[in-house]
């Protein structure tokens, strides 16, 4: 971990204060070991390395937030223990194909796909996308840089996403080679063939916003 060792002093207190969300430039992009040990250093914040392999530092989130996450964790976990697959919190890491490691508030993994990975590859940053996953806005969430993150999980192999934004009250459905569908405050949203009956109720989440 030679990278690593140049910024073993970093941790969460290198960060309070300063502007959120953060990009971090090393002279070399660190491994995916050396991120993961970075990672649990820094915590709660969260850390992602885009294609340049640069580090994007965001802040943890707040109550609300994390309520939103818990909400949508829940009823994806839920649908899981009925029809199979595992399902992926905001912490779980995918290096993707253009080398980025991202990470997703909620997703999901087929049993196959899952049981095809090693023990080493499920405990780290498997090199693989979600078959599913589900991003939530924040209000200090640039919309533009969030819509470009779900572009890049369709370009690395995701087959469904949605981006949830509780403040604008609009759930954006990607699809692969497929233009954005906008809903504009969905009492509730199915999925389709990826996760066929999974069904969120949306409206929960309009109600805990105001």
């Keep these: 971990m030679a990278v690593l060792a140049e910024f073993v002093d970093l941790d969460a207190r290198t960060f309070s204060g300063l502007p ?5 430039r090393l002279p070399v992009p660190l491994s995916d070991t050396e991120l993961i040990a970075f990672c649990r250093g820094v915590r709660p914040y969260q850390v992602e390395r885009n ?5 994007e530092i965001m802040s943890p989130n707040g109550l609300l937030g994390a309520s939103f996450e818990a909400f949508v964790i829940a009823a994806l976990g839920t649908w ?3 029809h199979g697959g595992i399902v992926i919190s905001s912490q779980g890491g995918y290096t993707l194909a253009d080398t980025s490691v991202r990470m997703a508030d909620a997703s999901w993994i087929s ?3 899952w049981s095809a990975l090693s023990a080493r590859q499920r405990s780290g940053f498997a090199s693989l996308s979600p078959d599913f996953l589900i991003e939530i806005a924040s209000e200090t969430d640039s919309r533009a840089k969030l819509r470009r993150k779900m572009e890049q999980w369709m370009e690395n192999g995701a087959k469904l996403a949605w981006m ?20 504009l405050r969905p009492d509730w949203v199915e ?12 409206s929960r989440l309009w109600e805990k916003s105001q």
């Design 20 to 24: 959120m969300p953060l990009t971090l």
């Design 51 to 55: 294609a340049k392999g640069e580090l």
């Design 80 to 82: 899981a223990y009925m």
């Design 111 to 113: 049993e196959e796909r």
């Design 164 to 183: 949830i934004d509780p403040n604008g009250a609009t759930v954006s459905i990607y699809r692969p080679g497929k233009g954005m569908e906008v809903l």
């Design 191 to 202: 999925a389709d063939a990826v996760v066929p009956g999974f069904r969120l109720e949306t």
